[in-house]
């Protein structure tokens, strides 16, 4: 939800706007927007999920408010100041990550007097295990320079979240790391072929396998619902008729 006032601007206002220059125009856009809630929800795993705001509702929040008042803002250059494979270990072994750091400068010029602008300098890291890195890096550094260039509120209380254990038996940690890791290891393409082999042999379909995990395709399986999948195929012999014991 984005919180601003809503005013309509007459035309002594907008002559008035007109004449101010970008620190007047950009700090008339600060007071406009109230705050940006955290609408969207990342899950890393499936027992680990924070809330964040979304690009697609800062941009909302900004861009009528920086049309009222004259702005116009855009990514003058971008650099990538860090570029590597992360590597960690699982227990069905190394989990490899592309990590992305970008650098970006951020230009908000004044519409009414293109001459005079402020660059905002902003960074934005970018983790994925394929081609998504580079979107996801540029996507956080724009929307920070967005953020921070207005002094965007999200709305959350550090000292009104739900307090934390502060210690936590090691054992249940060690499980729930486990747990946490198998979660988050995704098949890759031999056991893909694997267990559309034995889809093949078996007759089950692949939607059967998918709604049963509830995911949208068979590489979106995890080690742990394959393996259990693999179970229940090598059970069955014939063609099946109905739900295949896969229950």
């Known amino acids: 939800m984005i919180e601003k006032k809503e005013d309509k601007v007459t035309e002594q206002e907008l002559q008035e706007i007109k004449k101010m220059n970008i620190y007047q125009k950009m700090s008339k856009v600060t007071n406009e927007i109230s705050r940006v809630a955290k609408n969207l929800q990342v899950q890393v795993t499936k027992t680990n999920v924070y809330k964040a705001v979304s690009e697609a509702d800062i941009l909302d929040a900004v861009k009528p408010v920086e049309e009222k008042y004259g702005i116009y803002s855009y990514p003058l250059d971008r650099n990538i100041i860090e570029n590597k494979t992360l590597e960690s270990e699982t227990q069905y072994g190394v989990r490899k990550q592309l990590y992305m750091r970008v650098e970006v400068i951020y230009r908000f010029v004044?519409?009414?007097?293109?001459?005079?602008?402020?660059?905002?300098?902003?960074?934005?890291?970018?983790?994925?295990?394929?081609?998504?890195?580079?979107?996801?890096?540029?996507?956080?550094?724009?929307?920070?320079?967005?953020?921070?260039?207005?002094?965007?509120?999200?709305?959350?209380?550090?000292?009104?979240?739900?307090?934390?254990?502060?210690?936590?038996?090691?054992?249940?940690?060690?499980?729930?790391?486990?747990?946490?890791?198998?979660?988050?290891?995704?098949?890759?393409?031999?056991?893909?072929?694997?267990?559309?082999?034995?889809?093949?042999?078996?007759?089950?379909?692949?939607?059967?396998?998918?709604?049963?995990?509830?995911?949208?395709?068979?590489?979106?399986?995890?080690?742990?619902?394959?393996?259990?999948?693999?179970?229940?195929?090598?059970?069955?012999?014939?063609?099946?008729?109905?739900?295949?014991?896969?229950?």
């Not at 300098?121 to 540029?138: F, N, R």
């Not at 724009?142 to 207005?150: F, R, S, V, W």
């Not at 559309?196 to 379909?205: F, I, M, N, P, S």
């Open 110 to 247: 004044n519409v009414d007097n293109p001459q005079e602008f402020i660059d905002i300098k902003s960074y934005g890291d970018g983790i994925d295990s394929q081609d998504k890195v580079p979107g996801k890096a540029m996507t956080y550094a724009d929307k920070y320079a967005l953020m921070k260039a207005y002094k965007i509120s999200t709305g959350d209380d550090p000292d009104q979240q739900e307090p934390k254990p502060e210690k936590i038996d090691d054992e249940q940690h060690q499980a729930q790391k486990k747990a946490e890791q198998v979660a988050a290891t995704l098949i890759d393409d031999k056991k893909f072929e694997t267990l559309q082999g034995e889809l093949d042999r078996t007759g089950v379909k692949a939607l059967q396998i998918c709604k049963q995990y509830q995911v949208s395709s068979l590489k979106e399986l995890n080690i742990q619902q394959w393996a259990d999948a693999m179970s229940k195929l090598a059970k069955v012999k014939t063609k099946p008729k109905t739900d295949l014991g896969l229950e």
